[in-house]
């Protein structure tokens, strides 16, 4: 269990880490790549918190865990937001945060499906 929560502080800090560049890598590829990139790495922030909370809390119902990892992950996002507005080059955005919390959906419904499936695949 605790290398769950370790990826879930990995993943939290590779966001944080980029969020302290004034130009974090990628950010060459114009407004598109930037919000790929936050779609991407709050649906894996959101599914790795998923992974966690599943292990730590097994009783606990599908649909409060699943708000809760959403919950978590927006309130990260916000933060990182506040976090780039101290950071010289970069600014907050209302859209990131959007971004952000649809990306968190994403990574709670589609990603555990996907691992489902490749779990079904390698065993079969």
């Known amino acids: 269990m605790w290398w769950r929560l370790a990826a879930v502080g990995a993943w ?3 966001i944080f ?12 590829g114009g407004e598109w790549r930037s919000q790929v990139g936050h779609l991407t790495v709050y649906a894996v922030l959101a599914w790795l918190s998923l992974r966690f ?9 599908r649909m409060a865990l699943l708000a809760a990892c959403w919950a ?6 916000i933060s990182d937001e506040w976090h780039q507005s101290f950071v010289p080059g ?3 955005a209302i859209l990131d945060v ?6 968190a959906a ?6 555990p499906a996907a691992a ?8 079969a």
Do not use: C, H, N
């Not at 880490?17 to 060459?28: F, I, K, T, W």
């Not at 994403?106 to 990603?111: Q, R, W």
């Open 106 to 111: 994403l990574g709670l419904s589609v990603l």
């Open 90 to 92: 970069r600014d907050a």
């Open 116 to 123: 489902r499936a490749w779990r079904a695949r390698t065993i």
């Open 98 to 103: 959007a971004l952000d919390a649809v990306g």
């Open 53 to 61: 909370a599943t292990v730590r809390w097994p009783g606990a119902k």
């Open 17 to 28: 880490a980029l969020s302290s560049m004034s130009e974090p890598p990628g950010a060459q």
């Open 72 to 77: 978590f992950a927006v309130l990260y996002g």
């Open 12 to 14: 939290a800090g590779l």
